[in-house]
């Protein structure tokens, strides 16, 4: 289809003028809320806004703030939910983009170094024990869908079943029409 393109403003489109207000502090706030306890290059690496540092000094009464293994400083919101460290995190399939592993300017929060250089950023990955530990894809043809899950090490057996079960559910979701439904484990 060809033709001339028609453009129009965000507030024309929207209908309504845009707020004055353009501080950042609501959007720190809701990040927070999404991804915290976080440190300021966190959310400057999310945001790919830059300078916040004086913004989370007007923010700071209105924070709690921890300090991580090496000491860095993280804030977070006061109503922010913090699991025992003790808890464990089932098994996740984490869609291609998803934000948790872009949220963080260390990405070894999630992601071990060693395996950094194995995933891409848009590639779905497996999460055990809230860290990657391979990827995952979903193959269907007309009668079955299998969920091909690749890891990065040995699991051990219980892994295993959570996975399968985790990747049962995941194939429920993305497969609903497909009656024969497989979880596979590749190499």
Known sequence: MSGRSTWASAEEW????????????????????????????D???????????????????RLRTFYDE????????????????????PPRFLPEYDNILLAHADRTRIIPQ???????????T????????????????????TLAISLFERSSRREIAALTLEGSRLLSFVAASTVDRKVLFTQ
Request: neutral net charge.
């Open 43 to 61: 959310i400057q690496t999310w945001s790919g806004l830059t300078g916040l540092g004086k913004i989370f000094e007007s923010l700071r009464p």
């Open 114 to 124: 060693e395996y950094r250089q194995r995933i891409g950023i848009g590639i779905p």
């Open 14 to 41: 929207l209908g309504h003028p845009f707020d004055a207000d353009t501080s950042p502090k609501p959007l720190i706030l809701r990040y927070l809320e999404a991804f915290g306890p976080a440190t300021v290059a």
């Open 70 to 89: 090496r000491n860095r400083e993280l804030f977070d919101v006061p109503e922010g939910l913090l699991p025992d460290p003790d808890t464990p995190a």
């Open 126 to 145: 497996v999460l055990v024990d809230g860290f990657v530990r391979g990827t995952w894809k979903v193959i269907k043809d007309k009668a079955v869908a």
